[in-house]
């Protein structure tokens, strides 16, 4: 369904699994925002150097090449203020403390569902 908020948003998935990133394509197509893919995370960070006008990036944290950790860290040190959610597998603190650490605005746990990730974006731009 066509989402307000996220309409016309760009956002960059970031994701190495490729069943994962058709499925995540295929939440966020519906939403009518503008998607972006990468599957590593120094691409992830090239791509933001080329599209500035990022609104999302939803970036898991284990990825080859360069992990979201990493990638998180240089997309702050670039200074670009976007908005930066970390998908993670795992639930334990030291984790997220690592996560939100590196530059994150927030998480999301897998598996992601559907109605949970679109309410936690557009929650972003409907203040
Ligand atoms: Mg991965």
Redesign the pocket.
Known sequence: MENKALKNRKILIV???LS?RLYLNKILEKTGAILLNSGDGKEAVEMVYKNPDIDIILM????PVMDGYAAAKKIREIGKSTILIAQTAYGLSDDMEKILASGFDDYVVKPILSDQLITKLSGYFSK
Do not use: A, G, M, T
């Open positions: 994701e190495d699994d994962s898991d944290i284990q990825l």
